[in-house]
């Protein structure tokens, strides 16, 4: 789903890896206090010194690398360490990663880190709870008894199964699915990945049909061995994570037997994670070994919902866009799911505490946002810093005319065009690399505001501000840009660890640090920077009105070329 230019949560080309992770700012090192943990530290008339000596741990783990963060309680990062792990790429559209170096590098960031926050003279004890946050549908089948897991982990970007999703859509009942647990049928949620897994790999099948299979996403992998592994077989997962397995009912908030069913997946085959809040006390266990053996674990999001607890998105309407390699909206709806009529996902928001009600969000995700400056980088030749090319966007005014519809691997919400391909629109001899550049940047902004529009026809309420986040924030133009083609502010906090950030909030509410979101009021806000739109609605809607043509002369190609080659033989 994870920072800067993260692979988190996005679809790639089923004919090519994953692009090479870039970052408008390098971070695989411990902690130095930056000019915004500066800003953050500087505003300390809203918070209580006592705050400042109370520590939560963040373990964050993205799809090609792994943070250990350590905030105080005002949510100034004290220390953190990062390493990046093997992504492996057997087959075209295949992406996988190893269980145990997942496991691994969460021990090597927490040792490093913790060098760094020892240095500083504090404690170990000083860390009062560990919260988690991870990549979300990336799905895992270990043996129970033992441990083991029975196949590497199948990352949420893997395309094996397209095949397989639209045998599952001739299904009866398929069309029925969304209503149940807001997810339509596609390659991402896990449920699929374990079907294929049941269906292709022999070591998995018989493991199920022993009843020796256990089966989680990334945040139950790494509960399950934080807290010793086989030694105390602790499988739990929380509701943001559950949401998006296509396991679980939205309004029951618990693994769903018509869901099952359709799938084919037997409940006394397989043990599936126990469902908990967010934030809990008790249920994550704690760390078996160690470098802080006997912390509490008390927090546990997916990427995106810790993305928008971090952002203190705590009230009907408001939202927040992460862009990594790709874009990921989520929008808050309140106590009640949304099923969406308009190509959006329904799913949990958060739920912190077993006391408190959930929170649902609507969320739509574009498939080519930092990825798209990877392209220019690594295949078109565009330098090798993405600075560089937001500098290069900004020598120029517009972009000159050209559209760039970034549709790598089709286009996602709402459009849901799986027969697309990337295509740049009104090229002429003035044309200029910044034009390429600034229109790769435009294409993540066009598609943000066809998701707005959509969550706005939806929940019925008009957005008033887009807070962000993620590596291609960090881009002064490509924000301004944003709030130009969506027409509202656009709000980047001083402090960039926003998803950690979520799971420490949801770890110190689970502790009592917190009592209730308005405690958080002033959390995150310090020297924000705002990006109102500088440019009139009607230039906005006719940028966007050239977007929109670009797209629909897109739609088809796959198709029609496939048709094509049926001609020529």
């Given at each position: ?96 990663q190893d269980p145990y170096e997942l496991v691994e ?109 256990a089966f989680g996403t990334v945040d139950s992998w ?184 970034t549709a790598f691997s089709g286009l996602f919400a ?156």
């Amino acid at each position: 789903m994870r920072n800067p230019f993260d692979l988190d949560e996005n679809s790639v080309d089923g004919d090519s890896e994953p692009p090479t992770d870039v970052e408008f700012e390098a971070d695989v090192r411990p902690h130095q206090t930056d000019d915004g943990d500066r800003a953050l530290l500087q505003d300390e008339e809203h918070h209580p010194s006592d705050l400042k000596e109370r520590f939560i741990g963040t373990i964050d783990q993205g799809t090609t690398s792994t943070r250990f963060i350590i905030f105080d309680c005002t949510g100034v990062p004290i220390a953190k360490y990062q390493t990046e792990f093997r992504q492996i790429h057997e087959h075209p559209g295949w992406h996988e990663q190893d269980p145990y170096e997942l496991v691994e590098s969460v021990y090597i960031c927490i040792e490093e880190a913790m060098k760094s926050f020892l240095a500083l003279g504090h404690s170990r004890s000083d860390i009062e709870a560990i919260g988690i946050t991870s990549q979300r549908e990336t799905a895992l089948v270990w043996d129970w008894e033992t441990g083991e897991p029975l196949h590497n982990a199948i990352t949420w970007t893997d395309t094996r199964t397209v095949n397989l999703v639209r045998e599952l859509k001739e299904k009866p009942g398929a069309d029925d699915l969304v209503n149940i647990c807001g997810l339509p049928l596609s390659t991402y949620p896990s449920s699929v990945t374990l079907r294929w897994m049941l269906d292709n790999l022999h070591d998995v099948r018989v493991a199920y049909d022993e009843g020796r299979a256990a089966f989680g996403t990334v945040d139950s992998w790494l509960i399950y061995n934080l807290n010793g592994g086989p030694r105390n077989k602790r499988l739990v997962t929380d509701v943001t994570n559950a949401s998006r397995t296509m396991f679980m009912n939205l309004e029951t908030l618990q693994y769903d037997d018509r869901l099952l069913k359709f799938f084919d997946i037997d409940r006394t085959k397989i043990r599936l994670p126990e469902i908990l809040p967010s934030a809990d006390r008790e249920g994550f266990g704690e760390i078996y070994e160690g470098p802080l053996e006997g912390t509490p674990i008390t927090s546990c999001l997916g990427d995106q919902a810790a993305a928008l607890v971090g952002h203190c998105a705590f009230t009907p309407g408001s939202a927040k866009n992460t862009y990594g390699t790709g874009c990921f909206l989520l929008y808050n709806v309140g106590d009640k799911p949304v099923i969406s009529k308009h190509g959006l996902l329904g799913t949990v928001g958060f739920q912190l505490g077993r006391d408190r009600k959930p929170v649902y969000a609507l969320e739509g995700s574009v498939a080519v946002a930092g990825s798209g400056v990877s392209f220019l980088m690594n295949n078109m030749g565009f330098f090798r810093d993405s600075r560089k090319v937001s500098d290069l966007a900004a020598t120029v005014p517009d972009s000159g005319g050209c559209v760039f519809v970034t549709a790598f691997s089709g286009l996602f919400a709402p459009y849901w065009i799986d027969d697309a391909q990337g295509t740049i629109w009104g090229i002429t001899h003035h044309t200029q690399r910044g034009h390429i550049a600034r229109a790769t940047m435009e294409a993540a902004c066009f598609q943000t505001k066809a998701i707005l529009d959509a969550m706005e026809m939806d929940s019925g309420k008009k957005l008033t501000e887009l807070a962000v986040d993620g590596g291609m924030s960090n881009s002064d133009i490509c924000m301004q840009t944003q709030a130009d083609i969506i027409q509202i502010p656009v709000e980047r906090p001083a402090m960039h660890e926003t998803t950690a950030l979520g799971a420490a909030i949801a770890a110190a509410f689970a502790i009592g640090v917190w009592k209730d979101f308005s405690d958080l009021k002033h959390m995150n806000r310090a020297n924000r920077a705002t990006f109102e739109p500088q440019i009139t609605v009607k230039e906005s809607a006719r940028m966007y009105k050239r977007w929109s043509k670009a797209v629909e002369m897109s739609r088809g190609w796959m198709r029609d070329t496939a048709a094509l080659d049926d001609d020529v033989e």
